[in-house]
């Protein structure tokens, strides 16, 4: 099993800037994904940014060019860096791993979720 903490949403003024964090533990595998998602209310949970344990990474096209996703150094955590920040971003963020593998504990994990408002 793998659990996951979050934390640093808030409410933020539209333009301001917001960093979540994500910690990780449990039976974490080398060959991994952590990123983050979001759901606003009425709307389905989408893909926000994610990296590989590998180091790459994808962003949704909304929001390119204003946030950055980046792991510590242990690998067991994952940061979402929100600059220029816009009333449609409001939504609970939530945090993710895939484990990739065939072994028990494969699979997606989700964290609690944190509350991002932007205020217009």
């Known amino acids: 099993q793998v659990q996951l903490v979050e934390s640093g949403g808030g409410l933020v003024q539209a333009g301001g800037s917001l960093r979540l964090s994500c910690a990780a533990s449990?039976?974490?595998?080398?060959?991994?994904?952590m990123g983050w998602y979001r759901q606003a209310p009425g709307k389905e949970r989408e893909l926000v940014a994610r990296?590989?344990?590998?180091?790459?990474?994808n962003y949704a096209d909304s929001v390119k060019g204003r946030f950055t996703i980046s792991r510590g150094d242990a690998k067991n955590t994952v940061y979402l860096q929100m600059n220029s920040l816009k009333s449609e971003d409001t939504a609970v963020y939530y945090c993710?791993?895939?484990?990739?593998?065939?072994?028990?504990?494969?699979?997606?994990?989700w964290g609690q979720g944190t509350q991002v408002t932007v205020s217009s």
């Open positions: 449990g039976d974490i595998f080398s060959i991994n994904a």
């Open positions: 993710n791993l895939k484990n990739y593998g065939l072994k028990i504990n494969a699979g997606d994990y």
């Open positions: 990296m590989s344990s590998g180091g790459s990474t």
